[in-house]
T-cell receptor, first 114, second 116 residues
Framework: NAGVTQTPKFQVLKTGQSMTLQCAQDMNHNSMYWYRQDPGMGLRLIYYSASEGTTDKGEVPNGYNVSRLNKREFSLRLESAAPSQTSVYFC?????????????FGPGTRLTVL | GESVGLHLPTLSVQEGDNSIINCAYSNSASDYFIWYKQESGKGPQFIIDIRSNMDKRQGQRVTVLLNKTVKHLSLQIAATQPGDSAVYFCAETGEIATDSWGKFQFGAGTQVVVTP
């Protein structure tokens, strides 16, 4: 049981390049999330997927697209990277249980856009 | 808009003492709250959660208190250890079965530094 996995761990892009960040969870969770975290700040929601086949914008969706490929996988795409997208990106999945709902995070992707 | 925030950006605690980390929220419709711990270079790790129908919940060495009257959340860590040094975030989301459910909003975080 690996939990939430993300690839790549590190990435350097030039302005205008595109890339896709991959995320997968093996916990059979319905909901998945993409956040970005900038230095000294909390996490900001980019996009989320409440269930397979649905996606919704979060607080900072501009410049990003997402795909909920199946229940396990939720990818984040930067079509034309900008320096302002330099950040650490975290994927998360959500379990809904009787006692409490727990959001599990991946290890993060550190992205630098030059 | 609605926000979740923390009172103290940095908390220095002596090993063995108790830590108290505070969080204010402004959305009265918030239904579910989580405290996370984030160590350097890692993703946030779930510590403890609480629903709005509770005012206290205890875990192993941690207690979360919720005061809905003043919209305040706190995390108490008993007998703080060096391994507790990290950034602690509170997060909230709206009521289940509403449009705001699952859209977590995070506070900026509090850096806890445990000194020997």
């Amino acid at each position: 049981n690996a939990g939430v996995t993300q690839t790549p761990k590190f990435q350097v892009l030039k302005t205008g390049q595109s890339m896709t960040l991959q995320c997968a969870q093996d916990m059979n969770h319905n909901s998945m999330y993409w956040y970005r975290q900038d230095p000294g700040m909390g996490l900001r929601l980019i996009y989320y997927s409440a269930s397979e086949g649905t996606t919704d914008k979060g607080e900072v969706p501009n410049g990003y697209n997402v795909s909920r490929l199946n229940k396990r996988e939720f990818s984040l795409r930067l079509e034309s990277a900008a320096p302002s997208q330099t950040s650490v990106y975290f994927c998360a999945s959500l379990r809904i249980a009787g006692v409490g709902d727990t959001q599990y995070f991946g290890p993060g992707t550190r992205l630098t856009v030059l | 808009g609605e926000s979740v925030g923390l009172h103290l950006p940095t908390l220095s605690v002596q090993e063995g003492d108790n830590s108290i980390i505070n969080c204010a929220y402004s959305n009265s419709a918030s239904d579910y709250f989580i405290w996370y711990k984030q160590e350097s270079g890692k993703g946030p790790q779930f510590i403890i959660d609480i629903r709005s129908n509770m005012d206290k919940r205890q875990g192993q060495r941690v207690t979360v208190l919720l005061n809905k009257t003043v919209k305040h959340l706190s995390l108490q860590i008993a007998a703080t250890q060096p391994g507790d040094s990290a950034v602690y975030f509170c997060a909230e989301t709206g009521e289940i079965a509403t449009d705001s459910w699952g859209k977590f909003q995070f506070g900026a975080g509090t850096q806890v530094v445990v000194t020997p």
